[in-house]
């Protein structure tokens, strides 16, 4: 177990470690277990859970030094941005292709720490983002930072404001970005720094 445990310390994408003393084995997860996804008899079966000190917090998942929460709830983008801020959080402001590639890997498509969940979660697979150009159409800027997008992953054709009402900035399934009615319900992802 020592040794698992160790493993995880040196990874920075592990969160927590499940080990099976029968037979050795471990595995490392790049997320916390929330406790009612962790099987009730996985001791009777020799597997132990154990959580990295320096995770996220339960249900939260781990990218680099930042930590993201998937909310499958439908919300308005400023509901979403709302409860993000509620958890010290902000809606996920995508800085390169290799976040947007893990976001769309591991949350957009209904992973929860390697499992599918959507047969759990079936309703909508669009995440609000941070991005929005509510102040100045066209120029989409990060709501949190307000920093000017560096990265996008704009659909072809793009954002397109379709009826002049879409100023707030989606992932979808295929991890391709789109621009919504900003009243929409949709699901959303926070994101906050580790440290």
Not at 19 to 34: A, D, F, G, T, V
Not at 128 to 137: K, S
Request: glycine share 6%.
């Amino acid at each position: 177990m020592d040794y698992c445990v160790s493993e995880c310390v040196r990874d920075p994408k592990c969160s927590s470690v499940l080990y099976n003393s029968p037979s050795q084995l471990c595995k490392l997860l790049r997320c916390l277990l929330i406790p009612e996804y962790i099987i009730p008899d996985t001791s009777e079966n020799g597997w132990d859970y154990h959580a990295s000190e320096n995770a996220c917090s339960d249900g939260w998942f781990r990218f680099e030094d930042h930590c993201y929460f998937n909310n499958f709830t439908g919300s308005k983008w400023n509901d979403a941005q709302s409860v993000c801020n509620q958890h010290g959080a902000y809606l996920v402001e995508i800085n390169s292709k290799y976040e947007n590639l893990w976001l769309d890997r591991e949350l957009t498509n209904g992973f929860y720490c390697g499992v599918s969940m959507w047969h759990l979660f079936t309703h909508e697979r669009n995440r609000w983002i941070g991005a929005t150009d509510i102040v100045t159409e066209g120029q989409f800027l990060w709501s949190f930072s307000t920093t000017k997008l560096d990265f996008h992953n704009w659909r072809n054709g793009e954002p397109n404001n379709r009826r002049k009402e879409e100023y707030c900035a989606v992932i979808m399934k295929d991890g391709q970005w789109n621009d919504l009615k900003c009243f929409c319900n949709q699901g959303f992802i926070c994101e906050k720094n580790l440290f």
